[in-house]
Structure formats: C-alpha cells, structure tokens
Nanobody, 116 residues
Framework: VQLQASGGGSVQVGESLKLSCAVS????????MGWYRQAPGQQREVVAVLTSSGSTHYGDAWKGRFTISRDSANNTMYLHMNNLKPDDTAVYYCATVPAVGPFASWGQGTQVTVSS
C-alpha cells in the first residue's frame, strides 16, 4: 500500500482545512485507514480511523470538529478539519490500520499550523 498525504497549510484559529490521502495498492490485509498526528515534542497519536466496514472513530480532542471520509472511486481518504485551534498544530499522517506490522504503511506527513 502506498499513501500520499497533502493539503496541509497555515491557517487562522477557527478556519478549516481538508487533508487528502491518495491510496494505491491492495488494502485486503488491513482493517482500515486512519489519520495520525505528531505535535512538536509529543508522541504520535491517532486522530481518526475509518474501518473497512465504514465505521469511524475519533480521538476525544477532535470529535465534532474533524470528519474522516473516503472516496472509493478516487482512492482517496480525507480529513475535514473544522474550527481549528492552535493545539491542532502538528504534522498529520495518513496510515493503514493497524499502523504497525507487516502490512502497515504510512504516507509522508503534511504540516498543519494554526495561529491565533
């Protein structure tokens, strides 16, 4: 599986961004896809997950503000980010679920910077 994330940028508090993740390859060995992030000085954490069956799960900090979705026809996964806050500043990655193991794959990160 090959993943390529894009769509990051610098925005003001309260604005929105849409991250995209172009997906290629066989997803039969993974149970879904997800967005992860790593803020400066912090460990990487799960933002949102979209399972192969279509279920979505969000980290508490992003429930109600972020939406994960998938366009199967275009092999693209999205993260719609609304009402952005300075704490949302991080490098965001798309990856398979599970994110570790023999079938895991990560895209390159895309920087999101939110300033007040």
């Amino acid at each position: 599986v090959q993943l390529q994330a894009s769509g990051g940028g610098s925005v003001q508090v309260g604005e929105s961004l849409k991250l995209s993740c172009a997906v290629s390859g066989n997803l039969d060995k993974v149970s879904g896809m997800g967005w992860y992030r790593q803020a400066p000085g912090q460990q990487r954490e799960v933002v949102a997950v979209l399972t192969s069956s279509g279920s979505t799960h969000y980290g508490d900090a992003w429930k109600g503000r972020f939406t994960i979705s998938r366009d199967s026809a275009n092999n693209t996964m999205y993260l719609h980010m609304n009402n952005l806050k300075p704490d949302d500043t991080a490098v965001y990655y798309c990856a398979t679920v599970p994110a570790v193991g023999p079938f895991a794959s990560w895209g390159q990160g895309t920087q999101v910077t939110v300033s007040s």
